[in-house]
C-alpha cells in the first residue's frame, strides 16, 4: 500500500517538551497538507506545501509551530514548548498538483501532552 | 470567509433506510464542496466532490448529494443504511487557494 503514511501513530509527552511528527504522501504527490484535529471537531487546516515551498500558512499556526519539506517528499511539523492545548490529532494529506484534485489522509498522529 | 454547518452531530438509522446527513455552507465565491468518511482508526476518505459541474454527484458506495445554490446546501444521501457505513462523515468547502474548511461532523448510527 502507496497511502500516506504518518509517524509516529501516538505520542504522549510532557507539558513544555517539543515534539516531531512526520509525514510520507503518496510518491508523485506534490501538494502535502497539514490538519489538527480536536475531538467532536472536523480538521483545522493548518499549512500547506507545493513541492518543497510553505505556501499557506492559518493563523492557528503559532509560533511554536514549524512545519518543513525540505525535499519536497516528506514533511516534517514540530511543536515547541507543548501546552495541554496541543493535545489533538494531527493529520497530514497530499494530492496531485492539479485542480481540486483528491486529498489522501494518512491516519493521523494522535498528540497527548500531559 | 468560507464556513460549513452540519445539523446533527449524530444521527441513527435503521439498516435499510434513507441515509440524509445534512450540510449548509457559506461562501463569497462559487464554492466547490467535498464529502469525507473517517472509520475509527483511519484516515478520512472522499466520497465525493462538487466542482461546478452537475449539481447531483454521485460518489462512492451508493452516496450522492445535490448542491443547491439557492439553499446554500450539499446534503448527502444514501437510498438504503449499511452497517458498514456507520462512521463520522465530514462535509468540507474549498474557495480560493488550498485552504479547505470543514463541518465539525455528523457521526451516522446503523441499527440492525
Known amino acids: 500500500d502507496t497511502g500516506v503514511s504518518q509517524n509516529p501513530r501516538h505520542k504522549i509527552t510532557k507539558r513544555g517538551q517539543n515534539v516531531t511528527f512526520r509525514c510520507d504522501p503518496i510518491s508523485e504527490h506534490n501538494r502535502l497538507y497539514w490538519y489538527r484535529q480536536t475531538l467532536g471537531q472536523g480538521p483545522e487546516f493548518l499549512t500547506y506545501?507545493?513541492?518543497?515551498?510553505?505556501?499557506?500558512k492559518s493563523r492557528l499556526l503559532s509560533d511554536r509551530f514549524s512545519a518543513e519539506r525540505p525535499k519536497g517528499s516528506f514533511s516534517t511539523l514540530e511543536i515547541q514548548r507543548t501546552e495541554q492545548g496541543d493535545s489533538a490529532m494531527y493529520l497530514c494529506a497530499s494530492s496531485l498538483g492539479l485542480e481540486l484534485n483528491e486529498q489522501f489522509f494518512g491516519p493521523g498522529t494522535r498528540l497527548t501532552v500531559l | 470567509a468560507q464556513s460549513v454547518t452540519q445539523l446533527g452531530s449524530h444521527v441513527s438509522v435503521s439498516e435499510g433506510a434513507l441515509v440524509l446527513l445534512r450540510c449548509n455552507y457559506s461562501?463569497?465565491?462559487?464554492?466547490?464542496l467535498f464529502w469525507y468518511v473517517q472509520y475509527p482508526n483511519q484516515g478520512l476518505q472522499l466520497l465525493l466532490k462538487?466542482?461546478?459541474?452537475?449539481?447531483l454527484v454521485k460518489g462512492i458506495n451508493g452516496f450522492e448529494a445535490e448542491f443547491k445554490k439557492s439553499e446554500t446546501s450539499f446534503h448527502l444521501t444514501k437510498p438504503s443504511a449499511h452497517m458498514s457505513d456507520a462512521a463520522e462523515y465530514f462535509c468540507?468547502?474549498?474557495?480560493?487557494?488550498?485552504?479547505?474548511?470543514f463541518g465539525p461532523g455528523t457521526r451516522l448510527s446503523v441499527l440492525p
Open positions: 461562501s463569497s465565491v462559487p464554492p466547490y
Open positions: 506545501f507545493q513541492n518543497e515551498a510553505q505556501l499557506e
Open positions: 468540507a468547502v474549498r474557495a480560493g487557494g488550498q485552504n479547505f474548511v
Open positions: 462538487y466542482t461546478s459541474a452537475a449539481t
